[in-house]
């Protein structure tokens, strides 16, 4: 062959691969988008407004989405990740938006399709089971994509199938150990189950993978907070503040730091700011709720009153159910706080105004608020000095809390609190020994739970109470 | 010497070999790499996750607090599960960044910067590793290369790679990189291999071990059988061998399956299951014990100090290397200790080395030059020289003392170089050259004294005694051609022969080489082969020596085994086929001394003969009337077979005589006696009865029965004064010629002219000539008119009668001596082929003559 054919059919052949590697390429590429948009940039906004709701911005995250549906308005994705966004705080924008999404579906890939029809099962149909096998469906169609482990895992916990939660998530780590929100879902699950190791573990592989988001200090500071390591609860959280100044979770668990310290004052400070920072009123009432309990501990009664007045007028009108709800809400809070100032009838009055529930009232939603009087009581009791009967209604708040499960770390220790009082009360009814075993679980999971040290200190039995510590 | 190893095996060492050197190069190679690292070494065994199995001391993970037993769950904000994860995520980051660590220690998760570093030698240890390693291969490599086809120096080479691969693979630095799995899964392949190889090595060497606890012994109940089997067993079966080296991976599977059920990583030691590192160490030992048996069971001095040397060496580097490098780490898993164990290995080779070069150790003959022995002594008592002075210089300016200390120290330093040099060298000489001189200025010794013997005995014991005594042989015998059929025996023991023409000595001379006997395949030879072969196996030979000159066996030395019990190395056969050498030369030197000796004394013996045989001519030519004589006889040796004489038959020379010239077939010794006895024979028959062709006719008889084949050419011419005539008769002679008128004729021939002897009975006819007054006759045999030139053409009857006309005029010796010229003339320097002999006769018709001369 001559030298010219030679270098004929070698560009041929090179032309060819390189055809050959651009079309791959392209498939390939085509492929692994996700996502159906006819638009570069607004994919650019998708993939931020991901990486936000990841980091848990969620204010961030609906300004990406929004941006992304600005500039393409038939962005299926985008208008979907935007309603589950809206879902807690606008449900009707939210089904809106889903409806809109659905317009698109023709021209969406099996993928988009399924996340389509998991969100109209949960959101415009209302049926929580259709959209748990449309997940199912999702999980098995594409068991390589994260995505689907993070829906089946909040179906599974939905359901009440913790361990198949954990396994979930698990298998989502398996699959790719650089899920960092994996790690944070699964540090919550151990901290609920008092596995301060295994959530700390997950709680730092969350941190190493996402250094850059203020949620991992956050979770860390949480646990610390409420396992006693105030000082590195406290570095925690204040970086949580350095990489996201308006992180509200981050200010709310300050407020935890200084309750368990025993620094009343300070943690209505922070109480205080997370109820202004918030956004949502019920995210206020949460913080403004903590205040008042610690305005208690700081014996400042009436301005605990006056703070939880203003939050109820604040609150937004409401109707039905969800007003007769909130009134019941607030009454309790009033007589608690009453009865904590000594002004024991009126606490009584605002427990008997309180209004009828009517017959066709959720028999679960009754029982629940009919139990959560027995807080006002207790407090009455102990105001009136019957503690006895302080005894056996903060036995019957702690009973409720069991069959909880201990329920959630909450901003404000209440449950913690109710312990310490109740120990505080068998003290002075001379029964020091069951008062230790009332704080053993207490300082167990937070040796330097600071009123459960007061208490303690009063018995004079402080070495027996302070066994089984929860750690560190 | 080992049997050789089939070829197959051969280049599957080399290969190994080859493999090995390029592992252990790019492990090498590797360390020295500048890229991302940081210190730690994984544990490749790891069933998941990537498990810190040590942090090199100083290194990057070790600043950062990560510690061995530490799982690493994360590297710059990636998660990780293996190392090739973490190789992947390295090489993304450069080196001199610092880099967070996620790292498990027990239950804690801690976070770690890591300030990663371009050089992953983390310390000196592992370039003393490596060098370890070039050691033990670099002296592995030399003897394989020298003694290619010997098994010992085979698994030598092998157990060399396997300690090379050890050294460098096994514990070195390592981290997450490919390369990191390949060469620990390199070493722990050698982890395996060592012990095996090792204890192979010292069950063959210095040489195979033979147990003998379960022999019969003559008188003595058998032994039980199961002690029979055991022995078989351990005498290198294949069964044994297989065992040796299914075992260590045998015991890896099983370890790994429990690590595996029950999750116990304490099972693991640098990675490796402890079970196989205890192997390793009991192998190692096991092979210690072999070779102190060695050293137990050696007879012989010369093998028990190389075999001591080795054994020390060896000690001195294992058992540190089982105690600190195995046992403390899989007992106590206590690691510190791992350099105690390692830093002594270099003994062994070290040990070997000096091994070789001192006790030619594996038949490894290395010339170590004294110049470069001496000029490194010079360096080295140099460099003490100058580090005093400096010592001194330091100490007198630490202590300020006078100036003239430092003058003063260095003077006496200069002054002690010398002596001090002597004195390492006399040790240096005593060390590697002493011993090496003596064996070859004894050898040289027997060897020029072998040449120069030419008593057969004394070299025959020169050959054998004094060689098998410097060579250390049992025995050595020198086979030599015995005198009455040339069959190769010993003189001493002749009982045991090779048959000349034997297939044995045809394939020793075509061998030209050392031949062990148990390399000849019997069968591939004669019967007389075979039963010489069984002969020598019994009196204890094993190497049969060809004593050849020029393809010609002169004899055949039998070597039996040494008295080390060692094989026969390629030194020890060098030496053999020198003194076999050097035996041909002095066996042909000690035959050509007898043939020499021999030829003196025949000669002697023929110069008797001659003057016998000169005797035997008539002293004086006999005074005849009328007639003048004069005769000549020049044999071609020192004793012919020609002659005259003149026989007064009738009682004196006044009456008739007969004129006898004769000629005998052959030459010299023989030719001489039948000449004598011929001559006697002829003169007892004339004296009877004077008569020729009687005369012919007995004498013809008598010459038959005393040697056939053997003929007496003659002529008898008698003379008579009276009627002036010759009656003759002539048998295979020449006609005399006759000068007459001028001209030089031949006298009438008989009928009958057969040379006596020729035929038991034959009748012989008589001619008679008239003689004339001036008549000139020429009697001569053969020799003269075939008188040869260098052209081989003749001198011939027509230039005889020539010579003879020409100088008729002459008196007779005169005559005699220009026909001799004439002859010389023409044959040129040409040697004389034949005796030569005539007579010349002239009639004058005178009174006699005075007696001539002869």
């Known amino acids: 062959m001559t030298k010219p054919r030679v270098r004929k059919l070698f560009l041929a052949v090179a032309a060819l691969a390189v055809a050959a590697g651009g079309t791959a390429f392209a498939v390939l590429a085509r492929d692994r988008r996700e996502v159906t948009t006819r638009s570069a940039e607004a994919y650019r906004f998708y993939r931020q407004g991901l990486e936000n709701e990841r980091r848990l911005y969620h204010k961030d995250a609906l300004a990406s989405y929004a941006k992304a549906l600005e500039l393409d308005p038939h962005f299926a994705m985008a208008t979907v990740r935007l309603a589950g966004l809206l879902a807690g705080r606008d449900r009707d924008r939210a089904k809106s938006l889903v409806q809109c999404a659905s317009q698109s579906r023709e021209v969406l890939n099996e993928r988009e399709r399924l996340t389509l029809e998991i969100v109209e099962a949960e959101l415009l149909a209302g049926e929580p089971k259709k959209a748990a096998e449309r997940v199912r469906e999702y999980v098995r169609r594409f068991p390589e994509d994260p995505e689907g482990y993070f829906r089946l895992a909040n179906v599974l916990a939905r359901e009440g199938k913790p361990d198949e939660t954990l396994a979930t998530y698990e298998r989502l780590v398996a699959l790719d150990p650089n899920q960092a929100i994996a790690y944070n879902y699964l540090g919550y699950y151990f901290l609920r189950r008092r596995d301060f190791v295994k959530g700390e573990d997950f709680f730092k592989r969350y941190r190493f993978l996402a250094p850059d988001q203020a949620n991992p200090y956050d979770s860390l500071g949480e646990l610390y907070a409420n396992t006693g390591r105030y000082a590195e609860a406290e570095e925690h959280l204040k970086r949580a503040l350095e990489i996201k100044p308006d992180f509200l979770p981050a200010v709310g668990h300050l407020g935890t730091v200084e309750a368990c310290r025993g620094n009343a004052e300070g943690a209505v400070t922070w109480y205080r700011r997370a109820s202004e920072l918030a956004e949502t009123w019920k995210d206020r009432y949460s913080f403004a709720g903590a205040a008042v309990m610690a305005l208690l501990d700081a014996g400042r009664a009436e301005d605990a009153l006056v703070l939880l007045d203003e939050v109820a007028v604040a609150a937004p009108a409401r109707e039905g159910v969800d007003a007769l709800v909130l009134r019941w809400n607030v009454a309790r809070s009033r007589a608690i706080v009453l009865a904590i100032a000594g002004r024991v009838e009126e606490a009584e009055a605002e427990l008997a105004g309180l209004p009828e529930l009517p017959p066709d009232f959720d028999p679960k939603g009754k029982a629940a608020l009919e139990t959560s009087l027995s807080g006002p009581k207790a407090a009455m009791a102990v105001a009136r000095g019957d503690l006895e009967g302080a005894v056996r209604h903060f036995r019957e708040i702690l009973a409720t809390e069991a069959e909880r499960g201990m329920g959630d770390f909450s901003y404000y220790p209440s449950i913690f609190r109710v312990r310490t009082r109740l120990a505080d009360a068998l003290v002075t009814l001379g029964r020091p020994d069951e008062a230790r075993e009332e704080l053993r679980p207490v300082l167990a999971v937070n040796p330097r739970f600071a009123p459960a040290l007061e208490v303690l200190a009063r018995i004079g039995g402080r070495s027996s109470a302070t066994t089984g510590g929860a750690g560190r | ?854």
Request: glycine residues 8%.
């Open chain 2, 1 to 854: 010497m080992t049997p050789a190893p089939p070829a197959a095996r051969r280049r599957a060492i080399v290969v190994v070999g080859i493999l090995g050197a390029l592992i252990a190069a790019m492990s090498v190679a590797d360390m020295f790499l500048p890229k991302a690292w940081d210190g730690v070494v994984p544990d490749t065994y790891a069933e998941s996750g990537l498990q810190v199995r040590a942090v090199v001391r100083g290194g990057p993970a070790e600043g950062a607090g990560i510690r061995p037993g530490d799982t690493i769950l994360g590297i710059g904000r990636r998660m990780l599960n293996t190392p090739a994860e973490a190789a992947s995520e390295l090489g993304r980051l450069a080196a001199g960044e610092t880099v967070p660590y996620l790292v498990k220690r027990g239950e804690q998760v801690l976070e770690r910067e890591v300030l990663l570093s371009p050089y992953r030698l983390g310390s000196a240890s592992y370039v003393y590793y490596a060098l370890l390693g070039g050691l033990f291969f670099g002296l592995g490599l030399f003897v394989y290369s020298r003694r290619a086809r010997d098994e010992a120096a085979e698994v030598f080479f092998l157990l060399c790679v396997l300690f090379m691969l050890f050294f460098v693979c096994r514990l070195r630095p390592s981290s997450y990189y490919w390369i990191d799995w390949f060469v620990q899964v390199a070493g722990t392949l050698a982890l395996f291999l060592l012990g095996a190889v090792f204890l192979h090595f010292f069950l063959l060497f210095p040489r195979r071990k033979v147990f003998r606890f379960a022999e019969a012994r003559p008188g003595e109940d058998p032994p039980a059988a199961p002690l029979v089997y055991l022995q078989r067993f351990l005498n290198g079966s294949p069964a044994l061998f297989v065992l040796l080296y299914t075992l260590p991976p045998a015991f890896y599977a099983l370890q790994m399956a429990v690590l595996r059920r029950t999750g116990d990583r304490s099972v693991l030691v640098y990675g490796a299951p402890r079970a196989n590192w205890i192997l390793l160490a009991d192998y190692l030992v096991l092979g210690l014990l072999a070779l102190a048996h060695s050293w137990w069971t050696a007879r012989e001095r010369t093998t028990r100090r190389p075999i001591l040397v080795l054994l020390l060496g060896t000690l001195g580097g294992i058992v540190p290397f089982v105690l600190f490098a195995v046992y403390f780490p899989s007992l106590f898993r206590d690691e510190r200790y791992l350099a105690w164990g390692v830093v002594p290995m270099a003994l062994v080779p070290l040990t070997f080395a000096y091994a070789i070069v001192r006790f030619r150790l594996f038949d490894v003959q290395v010339i170590v030059g004294k110049s470069i022995v001496y000029a490194i002594l010079t360096a080295i008592v140099t460099g003490l020289y100058a580090l005093a002075v400096v010592a001194g210089n330091a100490l007198v300016s630490s202590r300020t003392l006078s100036p003239l200390f430092a003058f003063a120290f260095g003077l006496a330093v200069v002054l002690l170089v010398d002596p001090l040099r002597r004195r390492m060298q006399a040790v240096v000489d005593r060390l590697f050259f002493r011993d090496r001189a003596d064996f070859q200025s004894a050898f040289r010794d027997i060897s020029r004294q072998v040449v120069a013997q030419l008593d057969r005995g004394k070299m025959q014991q020169l050959l054998t005694e004094r060689t098998a005594e410097l060579l250390r042989l049992s025995r050595l015998d020198l086979l030599t051609p015995r005198p009455e059929d040339g069959a190769l025996a010993d003189p001493r023991r002749g009982d045991v022969s090779l048959p000349v023409g034997a297939a044995l000595g045809r394939l020793l001379v075509e061998r030209d080489a050392p031949v062990p006997l148990r390399d000849l395949d019997p069968w591939a030879l004669d019967a007389p082969s075979r039963s010489f072969l069984k002969a020598q196996l019994e009196r204890g030979a094993r190497v049969l020596v060809p004593v050849a000159t020029r393809g010609r066996l002169l004899g055949v030395l039998a070597a039996g085994e040494k008295k080390s019990e060692e094989e026969f190395h390629k030194e020890d056969l060098d030496n053999l086929v020198t003194i076999a050498n050097q035996g041909a030369l002095g066996l042909e030197v000690a035959a050509l001394h007898e043939q020499l000796t021999r030829r003196a004394e025949v000669e002697r013996d023929l110069e008797i003969a001659r003057d016998i045989q000169v005797s035997l001519f008539p002293r004086e030519l006999p005074r005849i009337a009328g007639i003048e004589l004069y005769g000549v006889s020049l044999p071609a040796k020192v004793v012919g077979g020609d002659f005259y004489d003149f026989l007064p038959v009738d009682g004196g020379f006044d009456g008739r005589v007969a004129l006898v010239v004769g000629d005998v077939s052959g030459k010299s010794i023989p030719a001489s006696l039948l000449m004598v006895a011929a001559k006697e024979i002829v003169y007892a028959r004339a004296m009877q009865d004077p008569e020729p062709s009687t005369v012919f006719r007995e004498s013809n008889r008598r010459i038959y029965e005393i040697k056939r084949r053997m003929f007496v050419s003659l002529g008898y011419f008698l003379y008579d004064p009276v009627q002036l005539t010759l009656h003759y008769s002539i048998g295979g002679q020449p006609l005399p010629l006759v000068v007459r008128g001028g001209e030089a004729v031949e006298l009438p021939a008989p009928v009958s002219r057969l040379p006596l002897g020729a035929l038991r009975e034959t009748t012989y006819d008589a001619k008679t000539f008239w003689l004339r007054r001036g008549d000139l006759l020429l009697f001569y045999t053969d020799g003269l008119n075939e008188a040869m030139s260098v052209e081989s053409a003749y001198f011939g009857d027509e230039r005889l009668k020539a010579s003879l006309v020409r100088h008729s005029a002459a008196p007779l010796p005169e005559m005699a001596e220009e026909i001799l010229e004439d002859i010389r003339q023409f044959t040129f320097g040409a040697e004389q082929s034949d005796d030569a002999t005539f007579v010349l006769l002239r009639v004058t018709g005178a009174k006699p003559a005075p007696p001539g001369s002869v």
